[in-house]
């Protein structure tokens, strides 16, 4: 589910829209995306329909989007916290976008329920919040999802 090459720490920005574009970026680098402005703004979207963020610093951007090529989890551990209109109205470190083609049915959703599932284990929220090597982290997350 989560790919070593789609593990990113030290993601810059200071806003939601910011922290978006560099992951889809980065998708759209490893040939996941096929249009980058289109992919952001299914994103932003579906963020303003209601905020993604879950809570003890984490939340789960996604959109689904004819531009994208194959579903995907990117992980991506911010650099400085952002304002994410999270639950529990704290700042957002660390991310898990998914993002899916327009033909798929519930591969998004069937991903985010995984993730929504092990989120509320506090020892997961604390892994994924401090393990800084990409391979460690894309195990762990594989097998916590598997």
């Known amino acids: 589910m989560l790919e070593k090459q789609f593990v990113f720490f030290d993601v810059p920005g200071a806003t939601q829209a910011e922290a978006v574009r560099y992951l889809v970026e980065q998708a759209a680098r490893l040939q996941r995306v096929r249009d980058v402005d289109t992919v952001v703004a299914a994103v932003l ?20 989007s004819a531009a ?10 911010m650099v ?17 976008m998914i993002l899916v083609p327009e033909a798929s049915h519930n591969e998004h959703l069937q991903m985010l329920a995984q993730l929504a599932r092990r989120l ?27």
């Open 120 to 146: 509320m284990h506090a020892d997961f929220v604390e892994k994924v919040s401090t393990i800084s090597d990409v391979e460690q982290l894309s195990e762990y997350v594989q097998a916590e999802l598997a």
């Open 45 to 64: 979207q579906r963020e303003a329909e209601g905020t993604t963020g879950f809570g003890h610093g984490i939340a789960i951007p996604h959109g689904k």
């Open 80 to 96: 400085q916290p952002v304002d994410w209109q999270a639950m529990d109205g704290q700042p957002v470190s660390v991310l898990f």
């Open 68 to 77: 994208v090529t194959e579903p995907t989890l990117i992980y991506g551990r």
